[in-house]
């Protein structure tokens, strides 16, 4: 009897250091609201959803608009995708892992026509769901399909003199082929949150292929955009031309540093300046984050709403800072958990979360930032709240 009781005792160590916890401040959180209750819960809208019309009749989901419509899968549902098969790996949920990588079987055959075009870098962030995919299981039509994207995003754009092509409205393409000639991406347009969709996309590809030059295209677009938007305390204006710091855009930025500091090689020329850039930024967020756990819709502005894309997107860069030692985590640690416990709160029965900006252009207004409409359930916010599960668990 004692030998069986030791063996359930050593299987249920086992079980769980497999999914132990990257922060101490996670452990012993309530059922309800542990890392893989939730995750899996934000994992299950995803897969009763069309990804090509997400929000559409999904249970509990309440937005102002839905995006894209049917021709084309907005990048949110991307990243929400990526990042769910990432956590099912993570969580060692194999089931939950073949139901997220068959889901996209259909944009190999029947639907592959509606695959997102590649010419834009709010479209091309589509490649990381294969390039997910190849590194789960190694399909070959995934690596091919991810690299196409990947590759075609520092490719010489298409066109004639004083059009604006390939997607990118910013510029006409004599602009664009000056951004390569200069080592950038053509789709470069100076937003701030092209600094998720590139380094999502080209740190995948590097990891499919160990290829460096992935990375290294990241790495120094990264740099650009930071030298281009950053400001003095470490947060980015939304635009030149709208100097606010809109929680969500500064959550991109927030999100794309660690995430690419994670992969790039020690001897990178760009990492010293990264790194200055991404600790600058976390002490300037840890400054401004609210009693509750929250941030604001604007970040320094105390007015304005909590708003839950942003607060998810801070806590995840909070962990994965820790995680990787760049960060203290007696000094983050306790922000990212209570970011979590405030964000749990806001989650219906169906895992939406609610308070999310919709999407929002930019304009030098303070009234456009307070009266965006907030959803329930909106991709930005539940895929934010999936970069958390899966980090965790990292």
Same mark, same amino acid.
């Given at each position: 009897m004692k030998l069986k009781i030791s063996i359930l005792i050593v299987v249920f160590m086992c079980t769980s250091c497999a999914t132990q916890l990257a922060l101490k401040d996670f452990k012993n959180l309530p059922k309800e609201i542990s890392v893989e209750a939730i995750g899996n819960r934000v994992a299950e809208q995803l897969l009763a959803s069309d990804p090509l019309d997400y929000g559409n009749n999904l249970p509990g989901y309440q937005a102002p608009l839905t995006y894209e419509k049917g021709k084309a899968m907005n990048y949110s549902v991307v990243s929400l995708w990526v990042t769910a098969i990432e956590f099912s790996r993570r969580s060692h949920n194999k089931q939950l892992e073949k139901r997220l990588i068959d889901f996209f079987e259909p944009f190999y055959g029947d639907r592959k026509a509606l695959c997102n075009r590649d010419n834009h870098v709010d479209y091309s962030i589509f490649g990381a769901?294969?390039?997910e995919i190849y590194l789960m299981n190694g399909d070959k039509r995934a690596l091919e399909m991810g690299l196409r994207y990947a590759d075609h995003q520092w490719e010489d754009p298409v066109g004639?003199?004083?059009?604006k092509v390939g997607g990118n409205g910013n510029f006409p393409i004599e602009r664009q082929r000056e951004y390569l000639a200069d080592g950038y991406t053509p789709?470069? $347009?100076l937003w701030i949150d092209d600094m998720y969709m590139i380094t999502v996309l080209q740190t995948q590809a590097y990891r499919a292929t160990g290829d $460096?030059?992935?990375?290294d295209r990241a790495a120094r677009e990264m740099k650009m955009y930071m030298d281009a938007l950053q400001k003095e305390n470490g947060l980015f204006y939304h635009a030149p031309t709208a100097p606010y710091f809109w929680g969500r855009g500064n959550g991109w930025m927030a999100?794309?540093?660690p995430m690419l500091l994670s992969y790039l090689p020690k001897d990178s020329e760009y990492r010293p300046a990264l790194m200055e850039s991404y600790l600058k930024m976390m002490k300037t967020l840890l400054k401004y984050q609210r009693e509750n756990g929250m941030w604001g819709q604007v970040i320094d502005d105390a007015e304005f709403?909590?708003?839950s894309s942003c607060t998810a997107m801070f806590a995840y860069a909070f962990i994965e800072g820790v995680r990787s030692g760049l960060l203290d985590e007696a000094t983050y640690g306790p922000a990212a958990r209570k970011a979590w416990v405030a964000?749990?709160?806001m989650l219906d029965e169906h895992g939406n979360i609610a308070e999310v900006c919709i999407g929002t252009g930019q304009k030098n207004s303070r009234e456009h930032y307070l009266n965006r409409p907030r959803s329930n359930g909106d991709p930005h916010g539940q895929m934010a709240m999936m970069w958390?599960?899966?980090t965790l668990l990292r």
């Amino acid at each position: 009897m004692k030998l069986k009781i030791s063996i359930l005792i050593v299987v249920f160590m086992c079980t769980s250091c497999a999914t132990q916890l990257a922060l101490k401040d996670f452990k012993n959180l309530p059922k309800e609201i542990s890392v893989e209750a939730i995750g899996n819960r934000v994992a299950e809208q995803l897969l009763a959803s069309d990804p090509l019309d997400y929000g559409n009749n999904l249970p509990g989901y309440q937005a102002p608009l839905t995006y894209e419509k049917g021709k084309a899968m907005n990048y949110s549902v991307v990243s929400l995708w990526v990042t769910a098969i990432e956590f099912s790996r993570r969580s060692h949920n194999k089931q939950l892992e073949k139901r997220l990588i068959d889901f996209f079987e259909p944009f190999y055959g029947d639907r592959k026509a509606l695959c997102n075009r590649d010419n834009h870098v709010d479209y091309s962030i589509f490649g990381a769901i294969p390039l997910e995919i190849y590194l789960m299981n190694g399909d070959k039509r995934a690596l091919e399909m991810g690299l196409r994207y990947a590759d075609h995003q520092w490719e010489d754009p298409v066109g004639e003199p004083g059009k604006k092509v390939g997607g990118n409205g910013n510029f006409p393409i004599e602009r664009q082929r000056e951004y390569l000639a200069d080592g950038y991406t053509p789709q470069t $347009r100076l937003w701030i949150d092209d600094m998720y969709m590139i380094t999502v996309l080209q740190t995948q590809a590097y990891r499919a292929t160990g290829d $460096r030059k992935y990375i290294d295209r990241a790495a120094r677009e990264m740099k650009m955009y930071m030298d281009a938007l950053q400001k003095e305390n470490g947060l980015f204006y939304h635009a030149p031309t709208a100097p606010y710091f809109w929680g969500r855009g500064n959550g991109w930025m927030a999100a794309g540093l660690p995430m690419l500091l994670s992969y790039l090689p020690k001897d990178s020329e760009y990492r010293p300046a990264l790194m200055e850039s991404y600790l600058k930024m976390m002490k300037t967020l840890l400054k401004y984050q609210r009693e509750n756990g929250m941030w604001g819709q604007v970040i320094d502005d105390a007015e304005f709403w909590d708003e839950s894309s942003c607060t998810a997107m801070f806590a995840y860069a909070f962990i994965e800072g820790v995680r990787s030692g760049l960060l203290d985590e007696a000094t983050y640690g306790p922000a990212a958990r209570k970011a979590w416990v405030a964000l749990c709160g806001m989650l219906d029965e169906h895992g939406n979360i609610a308070e999310v900006c919709i999407g929002t252009g930019q304009k030098n207004s303070r009234e456009h930032y307070l009266n965006r409409p907030r959803s329930n359930g909106d991709p930005h916010g539940q895929m934010a709240m999936m970069w958390l599960c899966s980090t965790l668990l990292r």
